[in-house]
C-alpha cells in the first residue's frame, strides 16, 4: 500500500471511529434510529463481530471500520419485508444460542478462527440445502435436517448480504478497490484485456 | 383566491395551448414560440428546470441511504410502478406514485408516468429509430387498424428536422426498414456486439445488427451548444436528469428554447379537465384547467390547442371533453375514441455465454446500451403464422465475476477480484402489436381523480399473434446465437401486464377516413380544425421501433401546418 492510501484509510478510520454512537445511557437500546425493528446494543454488537468476520480490517479497513453493521441494520430495518425482519431476529436469537452450546461463549468472545468456522459451518449447510432444492427440481423437497434453523441461515445470509452490498458500495471500495468515475465517464468499445487488469 | 385583475379572459387568451410538456409537448413549444405565437404551456404535475432540479444527479453511489434500492414501504405501496426497472432511490421522485393517481384496471395493465415538467423524457431509454413505408404501409398490407394517412416520404424531412436539434447518435447503416438520419458519431459496438453483427450479415440475407441510434450527444454540434447542452460524458445514469444535457430531454432541450423566446408560459399544477368546444364557433375556444393546488377551475383560450399529454391521459381529456355536438368525447363522430390502443410486446429476453475474444474488453459505460437488430420477420412479404415482427436489442459484456463464498480475508480478496469473467450476450425483444377494438380505454361513470376527472379504465391484453410472435423471437435468436457459437443460452419469458412497456399508443389514431378515426394526415381532429393531437395517442399502428422520434417529427410537422392554416385564416 502507498503511502497515500494509507494515510486516506487513516482519515476513514478516524472519521468512522468519530461516527460511531457515543456511549450509551441507555444501555438496553441500540442507539441506531430504527422504526421496524427492536436491537438491544448486544445485538447491535454481535452484528458488529459477524459483519468484521465477514470483512475483517486487515491491511485495510474492515467492516466495523467502515461501520457496515449499522448499514446492515438500516437495510433489515428499511428494506426487508415484515416476515424477513421477523426471522432475522428469531434467527438471531437462534444464532447466539447455538454459538452457545456449541462453545460455551457468546460470539464475541470465540477467537477469529472459531468465529470464521462457525461461519463457514453454517454457509456450508445453506449451500447443501440448495443444491439438494435445485435437485429435486419436480419432487416435494423433504424437510431439511440441519444443524440450523431457516431463520437462523436467514439471519446469517441477510447480514452477509448486506455487509458485502455496504463493503462494495463504500467510498472506500469504489475509491480505492474498484474506482467508480462519476464524471467524466468514458468509452472505449476495444479494450486490450491486460490494460483492464491494470488498472 | 380569484384576482379579478389577472384573472381577465384577456389575460387568459393565448395563440396556441399545448397540454403537456414532455416529448412531444415541448416540441409544439418550440415550433410554435419559433414563429413568435403566445403560448401556453400545461402541465399537470410540479416543475423541473434543468440541472437545478435534479437531486441525485451527482450523488455517488455511497451516498444514497439504501445504495440504490428503495424502502420495502415504498415498495409495497407501489407495486405498478415498482415493476418499471428504473424506478430505484436515485429516480423515484420523477414517477407517478401508484396511490397518487388511480386507475381502474379491468384488465391488467402497468400505467407508468412521469408527471412533471419534461414527464417522462427525463426518464426514457433514448432509443430513436427511424420509421420506414414498412411500418407506415403494414396495416393496409396486412389488413388491420386502418391504412396510414401518411407515408415515409411526408414524415423523412421532419424526422430529420427533429434528429438535428435533438442531437441523435447512429451510423449510417443503409437498411431500407430503419432509414438512416441526421446522425451524430454512433458509439460503436465492442468486440463481441461487432462479432455478432458480422456473423449474423454474412450468415442471413436480411438481419442486421447496428450500433442502438440514440439521443445522446457524441460530439455536440452548434445548435445543441446553443440549447446550453454539451457532450454525453458517457455516465449512464441518465434517469437522474443529466446536468450536461447529454441526452435529449424537454427539460434540457425544448422547454428552456420555447421559454427563452419570451412567448411561453408555462404552467405547472394545471390538470385540463376538459377541452371547451363552442357549439356556435364550431371549434375549440380554449381548455378547462383545474389548479392542483388550489382546485380552483380556470379556463384558458386559445386558437389552436395542441394534446400532447401522454397517450392515456390524451385519450381521457378528448372522452371527457363533452359537448352538445360531441356527447361522446371530442371529435369522437365515429365512435372509435379510446379504441385501437396498442403497445409493444417486451415481455422475452434472451442470454448466453461467448467464450472467443478473451483478449478484448470494453472500458468506461455506453450510453447507446450496444446493438440493435432491426426488424427482420414479414418485412417484404408475409412468412410467419403471425402477422408483423420484432426488433430486439443485442448487447455483449464482461465483469469480474466476484465469488460471494468465504468469509475474512479470502472474502475480501473474492469481492476485490479484477479477473474478468467470460463474455456475456443478452438481448430482449420489442414487438410491434395489432391494434384492436376490444383493446380499448374509457371513462368511469362514477368515480373521479382528486380533480374531479372521471378515472380512466383500462381494458388491453396480448392475443394470440403477441404469443406467436414471442415464440419466433425465442426460435430465432436462439438460432442466431447458436449459429455464432454462443454457449449456455437461457430464454426467459414473463407475464408482464401491458403497459411496463411505456410504449403505450392509439386511442385517437390518425386515418383518411373521419368515420374510422380520429386524425387526418396532419393530426388535425377531423372535426375539430383547431385541435391537434400529435403524442403517442395519434398512432395508427405501433411499428416495433422506439416511437419517441416519431411523436417529435409529427408534432413539428403539425405544428408547421397549424400555423399555416392560420394564416390562411382556415384556424
Given amino acids: ?199 | 383566491m380569484a384576482n379579478l385583475n389577472i384573472d381577465s379572459v384577456k389575460d387568459r387568451t393565448f395563440d396556441a395551448i399545448v397540454i403537456g410538456s414532455g416529448m412531444s409537448g415541448g416540441w409544439a413549444a418550440k415550433e410554435f414560440t419559433d414563429k413568435g405565437l403566445k403560448t401556453l404551456i400545461l402541465e399537470r404535475g410540479r416543475d423541473v428546470k434543468h440541472i437545478k432540479d435534479y437531486p441525485t444527479t451527482n450523488m455517488y453511489p455511497w451516498e444514497f441511504e439504501h445504495r440504490g434500492q428503495l424502502p420495502m414501504s415504498v415498495q409495497e405501496a407501489n407495486p405498478i410502478v415498482n415493476r418499471c426497472y428504473a424506478f430505484g432511490e436515485s429516480a423515484a421522485h420523477f414517477f407517478v406514485k401508484d396511490a397518487e393517481h388511480p386507475y381502474i384496471q379491468d384488465k391488467p395493465f402497468d400505467w407508468i408516468r412521469g408527471y412533471q415538467v419534461g414527464g417522462k423524457s427525463l426518464l426514457w431509454a433514448r432509443q430513436t429509430q427511424r420509421w420506414s413505408d414498412f411500418d407506415f404501409e403494414g396495416p393496409a398490407r396486412d389488413g388491420f387498424a386502418v391504412d396510414w394517412p401518411i407515408r415515409y416520404k411526408d414524415i423523412a424531412p421532419w424526422y430529420s428536422y427533429v434528429e438535428k436539434f435533438a442531437g441523435i447518435s447512429g451510423n449510417r447503416d443503409g437498411i431500407a426498414e430503419l432509414p438512416d438520419g441526421e446522425f451524430l458519431p454512433a458509439f460503436p459496438l465492442n468486440t463481441v456486439e461487432e462479432y455478432f453483427s458480422n456473423h449474423v450479415k454474412s450468415t442471413y440475407k436480411n438481419r442486421y445488427v447496428i450500433s442502438a441510434r440514440c439521443a445522446h450527444l457524441s460530439t455536440p454540434n452548434q445548435i445543441h451548444l446553443d440549447q446550453g447542452r454539451v457532450q454525453c460524458q458517457r455516465r449512464t445514469i441518465c434517469e437522474r436528469g443529466c446536468p450536461f444535457g447529454g441526452y435529449f430531454s424537454a427539460n434540457a432541450s425544448t422547454i428552456p428554447w420555447a421559454l427563452k423566446s419570451g412567448h411561453a408560459t408555462l404552467r405547472p399544477f394545471s390538470v385540463v379537465e376538459s377541452i371547451i368546444y363552442d357549439d356556435k364557433l364550431g371549434k375549440a375556444t380554449g381548455v378547462r384547467v383545474i389548479d392542483t393546488n388550489t382546485k380552483e377551475a380556470i379556463e384558458y383560450h386559445a386558437k389552436v390547442i395542441f394534446v400532447n399529454a401522454a397517450a392515456l391521459n390524451t385519450n381521457l381529456i378528448l372522452l371527457n371533453s363533452k359537448s352538445h355536438r360531441f356527447p361522446n368525447g371530442l371529435g369522437n363522430d365515429s365512435g372509435v375514441l379510446g379504441k385501437y390502443v396498442a403497445f409493444h410486446n417486451y415481455s422475452a429476453h434472451i442470454g448466453a455465454q461467448y467464450d472467443g475474444a478473451k483478449e478484448w474488453t470494453t472500458d468506461g459505460r455506453n450510453p447507446a446500451g450496444g446493438g440493435y437488430i432491426p426488424r427482420f420477420r414479414n418485412v417484404y412479404r408475409q412468412e410467419t403464422d403471425f402477422l408483423r415482427g420484432y426488433a430486439a436489442g443485442f448487447s455483449a459484456y464482461r465483469y469480474p465475476e466476484r465469488s460471494w463464498d468465504g468469509v475474512g480475508s479470502s472474502l475480501k480478496n473474492n469481492l476485490a477480484n479484477k479477473e474478468l469473467g467470460p463474455w456475456h450476450v443478452g438481448s430482449h425483444m420489442m414487438g410491434e402489436t395489432i391494434p384492436k377494438e376490444t383493446n380499448f380505454v374509457s371513462l368511469d361513470d362514477k368515480q373521479k381523480d382528486a380533480w374531479g376527472v372521471p378515472l380512466l379504465k383500462m381494458n388491453v391484453d396480448y392475443d394470440d399473434n403477441d404469443e406467436k410472435m414471442k415464440k419466433d423471437y425465442i426460435e430465432q435468436l436462439t438460432e442466431m446465437f447458436t449459429s455464432a457459437g454462443f454457449t449456455n443460452i437461457q430464454a426467459f419469458t414473463d407475464r408482464r401486464a401491458p403497459g411496463l412497456d411505456i410504449h403505450e399508443m392509439g386511442g385517437a389514431r390518425m386515418g383518411n377516413d373521419p368515420k374510422t378515426s380520429i386524425l387526418n394526415k396532419w393530426n388535425q381532429v377531423h372535426s375539430v380544425k383547431n385541435v391537434f393531437v400529435t403524442d403517442g395517442a395519434s398512432m395508427t399502428s405501433t411499428s416495433c421501433q422506439n416511437p419517441s422520434l416519431t411523436y417529435m417529427a409529427f408534432t413539428a410537422r403539425a405544428a408547421d401546418y397549424a400555423m399555416s392554416e392560420m394564416k390562411k385564416g382556415n384556424i
Fill in chain 1, 1 to 199: 500500500m502507498d503511502r497515500r492510501t494509507v494515510i486516506k484509510n487513516l482519515a476513514l478510520i478516524i472519521g468512522g471511529a468519530a461516527l460511531l454512537p457515543a456511549c450509551s445511557q441507555d444501555e438496553a437500546k441500540s442507539k441506531v434510529a430504527l422504526k421496524n425493528i427492536d436491537i438491544s446494543v448486544v445485538q447491535e454488537q454481535l452484528i458488529g463481530e459477524v459483519s468484521e468476520t465477514f470483512i475483517p480490517k486487515t491491511t485495510t479497513p474492515g467492516a466495523k471500520d467502515l461501520q457496515l453493521h449499522l448499514f446492515v441494520l438500516k437495510m433489515v430495518d428499511d428494506c426487508y419485508k415484515k416476515d424477513d425482519q421477523q426471522a432475522f431476529l428469531t434467527g438471531m436469537g437462534h444464532f447466539a444460542d447455538v454459538v452457545q452450546q456449541q462453545y460455551g461463549k457468546t460470539f464475541n468472545q470465540l477467537d477469529t478462527k472459531n468465529r470464521e468456522a462457525f461461519l463457514l459451518d453454517i454457509e456450508k449447510e445453506g449451500k447443501a440445502e440448495e443444491a439438494a432444492a435445485a435437485k429435486k427440481d419436480n419432487n416435494p423437497i423433504p424437510p431439511y435436517k440441519g444443524k440450523y434453523s431457516p431463520e437462523l441461515k436467514k439471519f446469517y445470509s441477510m447480514v452477509k448480504r448486506q455487509t458485502i452490498n455496504g463493503y462494495t458500495n463504500s467510498k472506500y471500495f469504489m475509491t480505492n478497490i474498484v474506482v467508480y468515475e462519476l464524471v467524466p465517464g468514458r468509452y472505449n468499445a476495444r479494450f486490450p484485456y491486460k490494460l483492464k487488469q491494470a488498472v
